[in-house]
């Protein structure tokens, strides 16, 4: 929260410039952020997980294409939303070899 109080102190003192190359930084740090999904060290092993869960992206991915429908997930796991599932599967599109290779060391697991 310190943290938080001192940007906000700096961000008064800045020009439109200024902040619009802060702006521009964290834009770009975002940029492979997906809504939804999270990786904590401490959660699942830095795997990229639904947030509110602990259920990783990757065993959605397997299970997708084993051909488990969506339904068929949401009832399997109750917190899961069908807006979980979409970022679930942009996700994956967009991180296809770090999917995979979690499916495969986790199949050997």
């Known amino acids: 929260m310190a943290t938080l109080n001192e940007v906000e102190r700096l961000l008064g003192e800045m020009s439109r410039g200024e902040k619009a190359q802060v702006l521009k930084w964290v834009a770009q740090d975002l940029a492979d952020d997906f809504p939804g999904i999270d990786s904590r060290p401490d959660v699942c092993g830095g795997e990229p997980c ?50 995979e290779r979690q499916i495969q060391e986790n199949a050997t697991a």
């Open 50 to 99: 639904i947030v509110r869960t602990r259920i990783p992206v990757w065993l959605l991915a397997q299970a997708r294409r084993e051909g488990v429908s969506e339904e068929a997930l949401l009832h399997a796991y109750p917190s899961l939303r069908a807006e979980d599932l979409a970022n679930a599967w942009a996700y994956a599109r967009s991180h296809a070899d770090e999917i």
